[in-house]
């Protein structure tokens, strides 16, 4: 067989593959939706509510322990809405026992370190290398963590382009 065969078989083969194991090729990302009552009526009001599953244990522990200084506003909240609302983060985080679907999330994170944004993940850095985040501020999106700007169905946990 020659070369050239050869690679379209083995490329053939691979789509072949993606298609059965229903792997789609573009690495799109489905979480469960966020159906939390105390975190969908918190963690709304200036964002989108975004999956535990994006970020380690240790992450939301010290977001929800700082929430009177959170990225330099004030989301502070009475303490057993704050624990009712960790409880939540924390069973579905990216490294809590039972998450299915966390898809590489927590890569190149050092065990010591705590990212304090899913955009600082390496992560999620990989994943947007490609995408020109330079001058979000002047469009409609304003910024990275505004994930619904951009995936439309980021709400629902659907990570695609
Ligand atoms: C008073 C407004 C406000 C509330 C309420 C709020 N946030 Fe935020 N949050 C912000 C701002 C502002 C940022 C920074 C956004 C940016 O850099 O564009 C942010 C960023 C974040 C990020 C990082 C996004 C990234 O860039 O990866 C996470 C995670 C987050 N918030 C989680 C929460 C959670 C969990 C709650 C509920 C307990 C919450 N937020 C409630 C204002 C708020
Ligand atoms: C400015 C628009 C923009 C914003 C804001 C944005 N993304 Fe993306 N994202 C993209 C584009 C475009 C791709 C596809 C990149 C590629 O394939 O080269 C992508 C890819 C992804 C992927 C991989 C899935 C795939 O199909 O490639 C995930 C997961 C993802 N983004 C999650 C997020 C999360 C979580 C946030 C918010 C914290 C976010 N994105 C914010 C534009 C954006």
């Given at each position: 067989m020659s070369l050239a065969i050869r690679a379209t078989t083995a490329i053939a083969a691979c789509a072949l593959a993606a298609l059965t194991l229903g792997v789609s090729p573009a690495e799109a990302l489905s979480l469960p939706k966020v159906e939390d009552p105390a975190t969908l009526k918190e963690c709304s009001t200036c964002h989108m509510v975004y999956q535990p599953q994006l970020l380690p244990q240790r992450s939301w522990d010290a977001m929800l322990s700082h929430l009177a200084d959170h990225f330099g506003e004030n989301a502070k909240l009475d303490d057993a809405m704050r624990i009712d609302i960790l409880s939540y983060l924390l069973a579905n985080a990216a490294d809590a026992p039972d998450t299915k679907g966390k898809s590489g999330v927590l890569r190149g994170i050092a065990a010591d370190s705590v990212p304090d944004r899913i955009t600082s993940l390496p992560w999620w850095k990989g994943r947007h290398?490609?995408?020109?985040?330079?001058?979000?501020?002047?469009?409609?999106?304003?910024?990275?963590?505004?994930c619904i700007g951009c995936h439309t169905t980021a709400d629902k946990g659907e990570y695609h382009e």
């Open positions: 290398d490609e995408v020109n985040l330079s001058n979000l501020k002047s469009t409609k999106v304003k910024t990275a963590s505004n």
